[in-house]
C-alpha cells in the first residue's frame, strides 16, 4: 500500500505553508499489512524525527478510515526527541529546544479524528549547537548532547548552554566537533550512558574512526564499557539491558557490561538494511529508524558490504523487530525525497496525534485552558476542528 504525500488530508488539502520545503510528487509511504493492527494491540503512536527533510512526524491510526495516518510537521532540522512520563515532548530542533505540550482533553478531538495535538509551550533558543539525542531529567529539566562542544549540557537562562559532562578523553570545552558525541541513554531521570563514533581529541577527529572508533561511556564513572564500534547511536536502556544501534553495519544490538573491569561486549540481534538511528521500545518489540547512507560520511562502512551480501538496498523508514526472535515483524517504508532519519520515540496511550509548527500560524489558533475556567468546555461528543485546529492545518496522509 502507498500513498502521495501531495494527496488530500483529512479536513482538507494540505495547506501550501505546511509542505515540505522541497516537496515531491513521488514521495510514498507504504507498510506491512500488520503493522495497523500491532500499533492498535499495544495502545501506542509513533513520532519520528528527520532533519533532512525538516520534518516532525507522527505515525498513528485513523479512526475514520481505519488505516494507518501520518501527520507531518515542518520544523527546522527536528533531531534528537524525548517521551516525558508527564507525556510532554521534549525535540532538539535546529537552534532550538521545544517542549510540546498535549492540548486536548481527554474526550476532545482536533479535526475529528487526532486524539493529541502537540503544541509549542516552551521553545528555548540555544544557538546552533548540533545538538543530537536530549533526555529528560528527574526534575523535568532537558539534558542533551551538545555535539558542536562535545558534551553532555542543559539549559541556561544567561548562556547558550551549561556544560555538566564530558568525556575525559576531551580534554578541554573547546568549539570542535572532536569524537562526535551523539547518542544518551537515561536512566531514572540521569545520564547514563552516552556513545560517540571515536574518542579522538582533535577537531573532526572522529571521521577518520568511523569504521571501528566507536565507544560507549559509562557517564558516572567515564569509563569506556564498549569498544570497537562503528558510528554508533541511540543508546537505550529496556528491561535492565543496554540496547544500541550499531550504524555502520546496520546492526540493532545489546551491550554485555564489563563486570570486573575490561570492556564489554557488543552482541548483534538483528540486522536492518540502513544506516541505523532512532530506537525506542515497546514490550518484546524493539522501533528501529533507518536511513539511506547517501552522503559520504557514511559511506565505506561494513554496512555497504552488508547490503550486496543480503543483495538488498537501503532503506528509509522503520523497522518493528521482535527482540525474542530477532527478526523484522512489521515495517514503514519512505520512498522518495525523503531518506534519512534521526530519532523516535513511541508514545503510549494514542490513537492519532498531530502536531503543530513552532512557526507556524497555527501556532496562534490553538488556544486551550484548564476544565472549569471561565469558558465553558465542550460537549464530550464535539470537535475541536474550529475551536482549536482550522481544518487546513491538518498536514497528514492516511494510508
Not at 161 to 168: G, I, N
Not at 293 to 321: H, K, M, N
Request: include cysteine; hydrophobic fraction near 40%.
Amino acid at each position: 500500500m502507498a500513498a502521495r504525500a501531495s494527496g488530500e488530508a483529512a479536513g482538507g488539502p494540505f495547506p501550501e505553508e505546511s509542505e515540505p520545503a522541497e516537496a515531491s510528487p513521488d514521495l510514498t509511504y507504504s507498510m506491512s499489512a500488520g503493522l495497523v493492527a500491532r500499533l492498535k494491540a499495544l495502545d501506542i503512536a509513533l513520532a519520528v524525527t528527520s532533519y533532512q527533510s525538516g520534518l516532525f512526524y507522527l505515525i498513528g491510526r485513523n479512526p475514520m478510515t481505519g488505516g494507518l495516518n501520518v501527520h507531518q510537521t515542518p520544523i527546522l532540522r527536528p533531531m534528537g526527541l524525548a517521551h516525558a512520563s508527564d507525556g510532554t515532548l521534549m525535540l532538539a530542533a535546529g537552534f532550538h529546544l521545544v517542549r510540546f505540550v498535549n492540548a486536548l482533553e481527554a474526550h476532545q478531538r482536533a479535526n475529528e479524528i487526532f486524539d493529541a495535538c502537540y503544541v509549542p509551550r516552551t521553545v528555548h533558543v540555544t544557538g546552533e549547537l548540533d545538538a543530537h539525542d536530549v533526555g529528560i531529567g528527574a526534575a523535568g529539566q532537558p539534558i542533551f548532547v551538545n555535539t558542536r562542544f562535545n558534551c553532555l549540557a542543559v539549559l541556561s537562562d544567561r548562556y547558550s548552554f551549561a556544560e555538566v559532562w564530558r568525556p575525559p578523553f576531551v580534554s578541554t570545552l573547546v568549539d570542535e566537533d572532536r569524537c562526535h558525541l551523539n547518542g544518551l541513554a537515561m536512566q531514572e531521570g540521569e545520564p547514563a550512558y552516552v556513545t560517540a563514533v571515536s574518542r579522538s581529541d582533535t577537531i573532526d577527529g572522529w571521521r577518520d574512526r568511523r569504521s571501528d572508533g566507536g565507544v560507549v561511556i559509562d557517564v558516572r564513572t567515564g569509563t569506556i564499557v564498549c569498544e570497537g564500534l562503528s558510528m554508533p547511536h541511540s543508546p537505550r536502556l529496556h528491561r535492565g539491558a543496554l540496547w544500541l544501534l550499531n550504524s555502520g553495519t546496520g546492526e540493532l544490538g545489546c551491550v554485555e557490561l564489563p563486570k570486573n573491569g575490561g570492556t564489554g561486549r557488543f552482541d548483534p540481534v538483528a540486522f536492518c538494511p540502513g544506516f541505523l538511528r532512532g530506537l525506542a521500545f515497546c514490550g518484546k518489540y524493539a522501533f528501529v529508524g533507518l536511513s539511506k547512507p547517501r552522503y559520504r560520511r557514511f559511506e565505506g562502512l561494513a554496512l555497504d558490504a552488508r547490503l550486496t551480501a543480503a543483495d538488498s538496498e537501503p532503506w528509509c523508514g522503520i523497522q518493528v523487530i521482535d527482540l525474542e526472535k530477532g527478526n523484522c515483524v512489521d515495517w514503514f517504508r519512505i520512498d522518495g525525497q525523503v531518506a534519512e532519519l534521526y530519532d523516535l520515540v513511541v508514545i503510549p496511550g494514542f490513537a492519532c496525534p498531530m502536531a503543530v509548527s513552532p512557526g507556524s500560524a497555527n501556532a496562534a489558533t490553538v488556544v486551550s485552558h484548564a476544565p472549569g475556567g471561565a469558558l465553558p468546555q465542550l460537549p464530550s461528543n464535539d470537535s475541536l476542528a474550529v475551536a482549536v485546529v482550522p481544518p487546513s492545518a491538518a498536514n497528514d496522509q492516511g494510508i
